[in-house]
């Protein structure tokens, strides 16, 4: 009993600790997203999307970040980039097409709030690792930018910023099939993307985002729907990423749309 | 065992070519600046280092403020020292500030020196996308404008402009964005371009360290800078400058030395030297411009080699008689080339060493041929000292000790014995455009300094050096490790 008494105190202390704004125990109103996004996403509206002139895809929707406790980047080796990405967190995560304001219940490493009057992780970081139940939404949204600033849809979101692990997910339309094409992606940290559910792109060590840092082999966007999804993890720094396709001669694909059904 | 010590002697020639001597650990080193025949570089703490000559660094240089990164410049007859006063957040916040003081003097013994009170020219808020540390800043040789490069990898590098008398942010000056995501940021400026350099990698992590040094050039000192393939130093480009070395890894926090036209360094810490326990130690190289990009060149490395004159394309010799190799005259019909194929010997030192006169041999230049009298073995003379990014070496032909040196008329010749002399001693600067400038530590009766400098086809003499002539350019061509 007294066993027991301790298990509900400590779940107690730590649902505490982990305050529902801190976690996305509540979905957030579309207003108060639009507001903490503001300057990096904006709520996607209208049916369909274009890639922008350089070819880079902006409208996707994303998860909440998971949790994923690094106080370092110098643990992304490939084979820890792979193993912290294909971890099972939620149900779907490399098939569903999620919508605006679906929840995902994820099991995930808690952390303490960042210390911003300090330059360093507070102490408590490097804790023994604790784990929480949070229930992480999936937003619609467009980049206000060529990239997608995850570390400020983490912060503007109030949800953690370092050591984590970001899922997206955007649908190409294509009137025929366009034949001989390359995703060419690049992120901070590290990232994997499927292409219609077969892995074409990987990235992995401590780097920061580039232009066409990594390109797939040739592929074909079929007529219809391809579902493109992304997940890039990273520790400390500034999480981002970005994604376009390539023709044969290195020119940006425009010629398709973008939506999230 | 004496061949024992030889080896080792080769050895530690050798590894002392690739980096500095003396003491030479720093991290995020500043440009190196001269003061009063001196050499001062300061790093990430509250210190930096001294070197009398170039080569030989140790502890001493004076700055406070601590922090992390900094950078320094002459201007008219002050020099301004400029620093990050965090190092930068890891996990954590960003707040941070960049600051500036001058002073009259970088020698801490100096009566004259002391710095005035830093003041506060740039900063960063506890979470915006900028982190106002590694500072670099550039003095624009066409307009006399003050610009400063700063940032890291959380967020932009940002571009402002100081007063170059003051040492302030220019009055309504606002930041520009021109760079994401790299350390070590700062300016250069040549034929028109501006160059913004920078680190991309992973800091602070030893001999794992990745860290690398890129640049992307633009037309204006307010970006956008653009790298090799197109893609702008925003969108992560950057083309590379210098990259890891066998055992010296991570090179970061370019600075940039021109010691006159034609002549110019690059320096940098390596993150970790494999030779002395994995420490940061400072790096200085070559910098040379290809195609108009600044590339880091390596560290000349002792071996035996031809010296061969750009002017001419002959190789430096010694005047002796030409000796004909003894493997047979060979026709080119059928049946000649009908017999078993045999690989000839080359010839041997033996065969000619006793023609050669036993005293002075002049110097000149002749026909590419690999001969004896053109084989030259160059080698670190470790206790003659050196000068901005290399030692002094004595330049031998290959299995004897005989020494090309320096007379006091300034003219070449060779000596049958290196005795250590001065003018035996050989500076060895590679150049901007790739090839070398090769001048004699002392030229006796001389001050000037003079470079080795082929006056005719054939005659090697010594001169002022001009980097615009042929005549004084070299390279060292055909490379054998010393025996």
Request: with cysteine.
């Amino acid at each position: 009993m007294r066993n027991i008494i301790r298990t509900l105190f400590v779940a107690m202390a730590l649902a505490a600790a982990v305050s529902p704004s801190a976690s996305g125990q509540k979905r957030m109103k579309d207003a108060d997203v639009a507001k903490g996004l503001e300057g990096y996403f904006t709520l996607a509206t209208g049916p369909q999307a274009y890639p922008d002139a350089n070819g880079f895809i902006r409208r996707w929707l994303m998860l909440d970040p998971i949790s994923k406790k690094n106080m370092t980047n110098r643990v992304f080796t490939d084979s820890y980039t792979r193993e912290a990405i294909m971890h099972q967190y939620f149900p779907g995560q490399f098939t569903a097409i999620p919508k605006n304001g679906d929840v995902e219940k994820v099991t995930m490493e808690y952390q303490p709030p960042v210390d911003l009057t300090s330059n360093r992780p507070s102490a408590q970081a490097n804790d023994e690792s604790k784990m929480v139940k949070a229930n992480l939404y999936w937003h619609a949204l467009d980049s206000d930018h060529f990239f997608l600033k995850l570390f400020r849809f983490a912060t503007g979101l109030d949800k953690t910023r370092y050591g984590v692990i970001f899922w997206y997910v955007t649908v190409i339309n294509c009137d025929e099939d366009i034949e001989n094409v390359r995703l060419s992606v690049g992120s901070n940290c590290g990232s994997m993307w499927w292409l219609n559910g077969e892995e074409v792109a990987f990235i992995a060590t401590d780097r920061h985002m580039a232009v066409d840092g990594t390109t797939s082999k040739k592929l074909t966007l079929k007529k219809g729907k391809n579902i493109l999804r992304g997940c890039t993890i990273n520790g400390i720094g500034m999480s981002e990423c970005c994604a376009r396709f390539l023709d044969e001669t290195g020119k940006p694909v425009t010629n398709y749309t973008i939506t999230l059904d | 065992m004496k061949n024992i010590a030889s080896v080792l002697s080769i050895l530690l020639a050798s590894a002392s070519a690739l980096a500095q001597s003396g003491n030479p650990y720093i991290h995020d080193p500043s440009s190196i600046v001269e003061c009063d025949g001196k050499y001062y570089t300061f790093g990430t703490g509250s210190g930096g280092l001294i070197s009398e000559d170039g080569w030989t660094w140790n502890s001493g240089a004076v700055r406070p403020g601590g922090g992390a990164a900094p950078d320094a410049i002459k201007i008219g007859d002050r020099y301004l020292v400029i620093y990050g006063t965090t190092g930068g957040g890891t996990g954590g916040g960003h707040a941070s500030a960049i600051m500036t003081m001058w002073n009259k003097t970088l020698d801490p013994d100096s009566p004259d020196f002391g710095y005035t009170e830093a003041v506060k020219v740039a900063e960063s808020l506890i979470d915006e996308d900028f982190n106002a540390i590694d500072p670099g800043v550039m003095l624009d040789p066409t307009t006399g404008r003050l610009w400063l490069a700063c940032g890291t990898y959380f967020g932009h590098i940002r571009i402002f402009e100081l007063d170059p008398r003051t040492g302030f942010r220019v009055e309504g000056n606002v930041g520009v964005d021109v760079g994401r995501n790299m350390e070590g940021a700062t300016l250069a400026y040549r034929d028109g371009w501006y160059y913004l350099l920078g680190t991309h990698g992973t800091c602070c992590d030893g001999v794992n360290a990745t860290y690398n040094i890129v640049a992307g050039r633009s037309r204006s000192p307010q970006g956008p800078f653009i790298d090799n393939v197109g893609r702008s130093m925003l969108e992560g480009g950057g083309k590379p400058v210098a990259t890891s070395d066998l055992r010296l890894i991570g090179p970061g926090h370019f600075g940039r030395f021109i010691v006159e036209e034609g002549v110019e360094k690059l320096s940098f810490h390596w993150e970790a030297d494999m030779d002395q326990s994995g420490r940061s130690v400072l790096g200085v190289r070559p910098l040379l411009w290809k195609d108009g990009w600044p590339v880091a060149g390596d560290a000349f490395e002792p071996g035996t080699y031809e010296i061969e004159s750009q002017r001419s394309g002959y190789a430096l010799e010694l005047a002796v008689d030409f000796i004909r190799s003894e493997n047979a005259m060979r026709g080119f019909s059928r049946t000649a080339n009908d017999v078993p194929k045999v690989s000839l010997e080359s010839q041997k030192l033996s065969e000619v060493i006793d023609t050669w006169p036993k005293g002075v041999i002049d110097a000149r230049c002749g026909f590419h041929m690999g001969r004896t009298w053109q084989r030259w073995s160059v080698i670190p003379v470790p206790e003659a000292g050196g000068y901005l990014g290399g030692p002094y070496y004595k330049i031998i032909i290959e299995g004897t000790n005989r020494a090309l040196a320096a007379t006091p008329d300034a003219e070449v010749e060779t000596v049958p014995e290196f005795t250590g002399a001065a003018n035996q001693l050989w500076r060895i600067d590679q150049l901007t455009d790739g090839t070398f400038r090769i001048m004699p530590k002392e030229v006796p009766g001389h001050s000037e300094p003079l470079a080795l400098v082929c006056f005719g086809d054939t005659t090697p003499t010594l001169a002022k050096f001009d980097f615009k002539s042929d005549n004084f350019k070299w390279d060292f061509r055909r490379f054998t490790p010393l025996k």
